[in-house]
């Protein structure tokens, strides 16, 4: 049962390139499918996360991070009523723009571009990707995929400008996105948040005695785990409290979005999109006092003790070394591109055709180029 504020498909803005109907999929599920046989998703495997495949072969990577907020964000949307179908497809494609290397990876190719007054971001490269990269069909470029999942790609994690970015304007810069978009934003930092912690502990990189003194969720609900367990291998009470803290924080969003939905008399989609803030979020109702501080207090503790920790910022160092000698590397010898890329170094400007080109590479790959042209 779709709750009234939900995206509903046959209310879809549709495809750019009108497509007959499948008789048993409706478009939602379509993209879904779409987005999981695309090139740059199944690359998602050999993409980091947060920690690279030296560390262990059982950590998170892209692809399991993304299924994780794929689980996460369906259990929420499904409890509040809303689009299913939207949101894992949302859920799916919503880190396809990622480069290799994780975020510093990320910065540093926005950093290449920025000498030359471009930038690098992986919403718009998600989008290029679906619009423009993927070829898979004989009757269009791209995926064509429906208008919500082009938006929520652009807008689920942050609003745009039409004023910065007049591309963009068919996207409703002006309006909210669905809530199905909204979700896809706090699911995804759920998901990391929980599992960060997780792979971070299991790396021996968070100690279970700096965790429990600087999270004071996580310490609560170890105490109860410790009373109920006493005799239990320390990991498995660690797991037992992580599962409490994902479980906390599932709740509390479900709970809060209702509270802010009911606050704001939202009953349509319109209502959402014209409500003047995101609807979805923790910090309304009883249960979730304290929430939303838990929440950037988990932040803030995996950016102090895990992202900025010394151990790997040696890693992340290679990553931006790699990223900047590759770059510089096409810009002086364009003929070493492959010739799709020189190709398109015709039309577009050469650091976005190379930027292109990094950005959908997997780790590994990208480590065969610089061993190969600046080994
Ligand atoms: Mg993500």
Redesign the pocket.
Known sequence: MLATYAVRVEDSRGRRYSEPSHPYRNDFQRDRDRVIHARAFRRLEAKT?VFTRRYSDHFRN?LT??ME?AQIARTIADQLGLNVDLVETLALV??VG?PPFGHAGERALDAAMREHGLFFDHNLHALRIVEDFEMRYAAFRGLNLTFEVREGIIKHSHAYSTKDHPELAEYLLDQRPPLEAQLIDLA?EI??DTADLDDGFEAHLLTLKTIRAGLPVFEAFYHEVESLYPAAPEKLKFNETLKRLLNRFVTGLIEGTTARITAANIQTVDDVRCHPKRCVGFDLGSFNAGLERDRVSCKEFLYQNLYFSKALEAEKQEAERVIQDLFHYWLRRPSDLPSAYREKSLQDPLPRVICDYIAGMTDPFILTQHKKFCG
């Open positions: 996360q892209r991070h993304t907020v919503h880190d990622h995804d998901a990391y």
